[in-house]
């Protein structure tokens, strides 16, 4: 992790006890610009940032597109998995090329159903593919892991390092404190109520979008917060056949796991600081880092909190 200019406590989280396809490669989802600099504050709470879903190019360790071959054939074929009704497998298994299409010598007579092709592009080895983050995982196989923590461009190495002693000594904790719904995800998290002198279940429920830069055409750009790490196996595999003039394609589109928790959880973890103070009322803690305004009353974002400023080389 990068160096930063303030030295932060652990989060509260600690403190609890106990598309379009061309050669086989993924289109981007949208144009990225060029990102050496680090995010400002200034950037994460106004117009020039957006919440966006995850796509691949976001991700570390993303699997790596074949370009598919071409071979000339002259056939009658009948697509019997399409794209409306694809052949749904579990992980990286293959179908058999019978259970895509069938196919018979070529013909004169046309018959509904039946389509000539002259060209085949892609086969079940190189199929054209398309790979997108799975919606409904947050974890790796094995759960949490300390390799899942990958530092995006926000101010926050302390609270990661804590995640990272968490995971290394007991990753359940983070999946017993994390709970999928439809696009969403519940975080329980704790705040201290100087009232009980006691911490507080304070749970934090998030969209399953990411923080990223805005492009001057409205779209997201770079990816701001930290790096959802790619499983190297799919979960799923959508596979079909289309064809298109005389060109028979053999397509499928992957779902990949991501270690989606760590932004999901750094990103409830700012949406917790605006509401309770970047450490939740915690007894011994400064009044700087448990404001949620600014010397002149302006309410800070979450990610302005968190942000301790990156130090510069």
């Known amino acids: 992790m990068q160096s930063y200019q303030q ?18 490669m993924q289109a ?7 990102t050496g600099d680090p995010a400002t504050p200034s950037q994460m709470n106004g117009s020039d940032t957006q919440h966006s879903a995850l796509g691949m190019d976001d991700c570390s360790g993303a699997p790596e597109h074949q370009n598919p071959t071409s071979v000339s054939l002259e056939r009658d074929v009948q697509v019997l998995a399409s794209a409306q009704k694809p052949l749904k497998l579990t992980g990286a298994a293959r179908p058999a090329e019978a259970e895509l299409f069938s196919e018979r010598e070529a013909s004169d007579q046309s018959e509904p159903g039946w389509d000539y092709v002259d060209t085949q592009v892609g086969s079940l080895e190189q199929p054209f593919s398309l790979y997108e983050p799975d919606p ?22 302390y609270f990661l390092a804590a995640l990272t002693g968490i995971v290394g000594k007991d990753p359940s904790l983070i999946e017993k404190r994390m709970r999928m719904g439809s696009g969403t995800v519940t975080v329980e998290l704790y705040r201290y109520d100087s009232s009980q002198s006691a911490w507080v279940l304070a749970p934090i429920t998030v969209k399953n979008t990411l923080l990223h830069e805005k492009t001057s055409d ?8 930290a790096s959802p790490v790619a499983g190297q196996e799919p979960s799923q595999g959508s596979w079909y056949a289309d064809v298109a003039e005389t060109e028979l394609s053999i397509n499928a589109d992957f779902l990949v796991p991501t270690a989606l928790w760590v932004p999901l959880l750094e990103k409830a973890y700012a949406e917790y600081a605006e509401k309770y103070g970047q450490y939740g009322g915690a007894p011994g803690s400064s009044t700087y880092e448990n404001k949620t305004t ?3 009353g302006n309410v800070l974002s979450g990610y302005e909190i968190l942000d301790g400023g990156i130090e510069e080389y």
């Open 294 to 296: 600014d010397d002149q």
């Open 7 to 24: 030295t932060k406590q652990s989060p509260a989280v600690s403190q609890q006890p106990a598309p379009q396809r061309s050669g086989g």
């Open 136 to 157: 409904n995982r947050m974890f790796l196989d094995g759960g949490p892991r300390p390799d899942d923590i990958q530092q995006g461009q926000i101010g926050d190495c």
């Open 218 to 225: 409205g779209n997201a750009g770079a990816l701001l917060s």
């Open 28 to 34: 981007p989802k949208n144009s990225r610009p060029q």
